[in-house]
């Protein structure tokens, strides 16, 4: 189905010239027991060591792994996610599709991620998070209803201004 398992990860080193030479991939990737990879897929093999997938993870369609990434088991991810070099996925996670998580950070246990949702920190165990960047689920929430009522407070507050203004 397209699926690129081994492929090697993205890499580069800047050298004395500013210019980006290839680090070797030299590790490889595991697939536990139960393992489930969609259509057109890719994940990378380590730089050194090993990318992991633990038992009853499951992906969907175009998903990208990179190298070093550990994911633990019965973790489920929706298609178009990109998870960044190094990152660690604890178990029991939820992560929607269109989700983008940068590298060298560690998602605890029983986590969920909201479709479309931008992840820059580490994120500690049963948080449910939405946004880009990611807010606690009920903050973003909160937050979306003022900002979809943004230009009817603007309307207000530029009368607000005027009344003032003309008194």
Excluded: W
Excluded at 45 to 50: E, F, I, K, M, P
Excluded at 127 to 138: F, H, K, V
């Amino acid at each position: 189905s397209g699926v690129i398992l081994g492929a090697d990860g993205f890499g580069f080193t800047p050298d004395e010239n500013g210019e980006f030479t290839k680090v070797p991939q030299t590790g490889n990737v595991i697939l536990e027991d139960h393992v489930d990879v969609g259509a057109g897929t890719t994940i990378d093999r380590a730089t050194l060591g090993s990318t992991i997938l633990r038992r009853g993870v499951k992906l969907d369609n175009q998903i990208q792994i990179a190298h070093n990434v550990e994911i633990g088991q019965n973790t489920v991810i929706a298609a178009q996610t990109g998870i960044a070099g190094s990152t660690k996925i604890g178990s029991n996670c939820m992560i929607g599709g269109q989700v983008g998580i940068v590298g060298h950070i560690t998602i605890g246990n029983n986590v969920r991620i909201q479709a479309q949702s931008g992840i820059g920190r580490n994120v500690k165990d049963n948080e449910t998070l939405q946004g880009s960047p990611a807010l606690n689920y009920g903050d973003y929430n909160k937050s979306y209803v003022h900002f979809k009522n943004l230009p009817s407070l603007i309307q207000r507050l530029n009368k607000i201004e005027k009344n003032l203004n003309d008194d």
